[in-house]
């Protein structure tokens, strides 16, 4: 299994990251020098690479700082000229050169496994929505497929109870896991969540990444935490995807905004990985995220299947 997680670190001059909405445009500027970075129009029905330009921060953007340490940079990626990096909007992700093929033509159910045996056995690549119960991983799926009810969600927590897979354009699965952290289901429908998904992330050889869902409208919960710690110390490659991002957009009551209860989690969870892992804010209401997070996995997964 290809390890994401132990890249190698670089230098750490701060860079920032503008967030607002208005743009739709990836900037990334050095603060010391001004100097533009190429950015990346991350276009709502296209996910291309072909449309970058340069643009200067306005002086009332909204920042978020990241320092280069802080950056993911898949394998393979050239960081010898800063000019041509480009970071995915809302996350720390910077593009590589497998980035392509990231538009979804077509999406189907395929089956519900219960053990990872039981999982399709074709050996396309996959990636893996995990978290908590009433995160959001059925409705991730169906915002990045833009199917209203591909994947069953509900407002109670529990709804997904196996392991579900979903065969995208012939060559991809993306895969919606039961939930965590919710014992109120009625016994013989609650299957021993960590049982069976923690042999699936063990021995799953086709496994790109595991998808960490993390709720950013409220702060971290202990058991997200044990549960990236877990992810960590098994080497397993991890991305986390920040949901529910369209809640609390001002602050109120002293009660956080989603993007510090997204730089508190990276904080708490630092201590368990060699280097920073992947992270990307989402939110299935707005579709906020989602070509992000489709051009994320078409580099991870096109750099899987040539190596
Ligand atoms: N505001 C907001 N609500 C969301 C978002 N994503 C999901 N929800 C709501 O959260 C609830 C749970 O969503 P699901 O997608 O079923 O959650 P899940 O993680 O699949 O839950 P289990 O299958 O029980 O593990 C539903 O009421 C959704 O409408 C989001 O991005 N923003
Ligand atoms: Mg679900």
């Not at 860079?15 to 709502?44: D, E």
């Not at 014992?183 to 049982?195: G, I, L, M």
């Not at 995807?241 to 997204?262: H, L, W």
Request: charged share 20%; proline share 6%; glycine share 4%.
């Amino acid at each position: 299994m290809m390890l994401l997680t132990n890249l190698p670190r670089l230098y750490t001059p701060i860079i920032s990251v503008p967030h607002s909405s208005l743009y739709s445009h990836l900037l990334l500027l050095p603060k010391a020098t001004l100097v533009p970075f190429s950015s990346i129009l991350s276009h709502a029905s296209k996910s291309t690479l072909t449309t970058s330009h340069s643009l200067l921060t306005p002086s009332e953007e909204p920042q978020v700082e990241i320092s280069l340490e802080k950056l993911f940079i898949p394998p393979e990626t050239d960081t010898g000229s800063l000019l041509s990096t480009r970071i995915l909007k809302g996350s720390n992700i910077v593009l590589s050169k497998y980035a392509s093929s990231a538009q979804i033509e077509q999406a189907d159910f395929v089956k519900s496994s219960t053990t990872t045996e039981q999982c399709p056995s074709d050996g396309l690549p996959e990636f893996a929505f995990v978290g908590r119960s009433n995160v959001g991983k059925s409705s991730l799926v169906n915002s990045i497929v833009r199917r209203k009810k591909l994947a069953l969600t509900s407002k109670k927590p529990g709804k997904t109870q196996c392991i579900n897979h979903f065969r995208i354009n012939d060559s991809w699965y993306l895969v919606d896991l039961p939930g965590y952290g919710y014992a109120a289901a009625p016994k013989e429908v609650r299957t021993d969540w960590s049982k069976f998904t923690k042999d699936y992330f063990l021995n799953r050889s086709t496994l790109v990444s595991v998808f960490l869902l993390v709720d950013a409208s409220i702060p971290a919960k202990k058991i997200d935490l044990e549960y990236a710690s877990w992810l960590g110390q098994n080497q397993i490659p991890m991305t986390l995807v920040f949901t529910k991002c369209d809640k609390r957009k001002r602050k109120k009551n002293g009660v956080k905004r989603a993007e510090e209860n997204v730089e508190d989690f990276q904080g708490l969870i630092r201590e368990f990985f060699d280097a920073t892992p992947p992270w990307i804010m989402t939110s299935s209401v707005t579709n906020q995220g989602r070509d992000e997070i489709l051009l994320h996995m078409a580099q991870l997964r096109n750099y899987w299947l040539k190596h």
